[in-house]
């Protein structure tokens, strides 16, 4: 695949999993034992480093929010968190760092609470 343009360098480390093909295979055998957490959607450049396009966090179950994204995304990385804060944190904390093309606004915090990002304080 090429070089996309826009696209955000993994230059340092997300602290993801993966990178993982982004199919309902890949999804069903690699997310098991969580079901809150974050991922980060994009491809693996020919210099072998992943570049994310998007990130964000789970909706219902992180399973189900990536399988949103077969066919739109080639590869995708997660990580499991055990609670919305700790979610929410990490995807302010990706989102921060790589400012993924796909990612218009700053990413909200979970519904019902009044969580801030931990970076810029939104
Ligand atoms: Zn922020």
């Known amino acids: 695949m090429t070089h996309q343009p826009g696209s955000s360098k993994e230059e340092v480390a997300s602290g993801l999993f993966g990178p993982y093909l982004l199919n309902e295979y890949e999804i069903n055998h690699n997310l098991v034992g969580g079901e809150i957490g974050v991922y980060a959607v994009g491809f693996t450049g020919k210099d072998g480093v992943f570049y994310i396009d998007r990130v964000g966090r789970s909706e219902k179950t992180l399973a189900e929010t990536l399988k ?55």
């Open 68 to 122: 949103k994204f077969e066919g739109i995304y080639k590869e995708f990385k997660f990580m499991f968190y055990a609670t919305e804060k700790a979610s929410f944190e990490k995807e302010c904390d990706l989102f921060h760092l790589f400012k993924p093309r796909d990612n218009i606004a700053h990413p909200k915090g979970p519904k019902g609470t009044r969580l801030k990002c931990p970076t810029c304080g939104l």
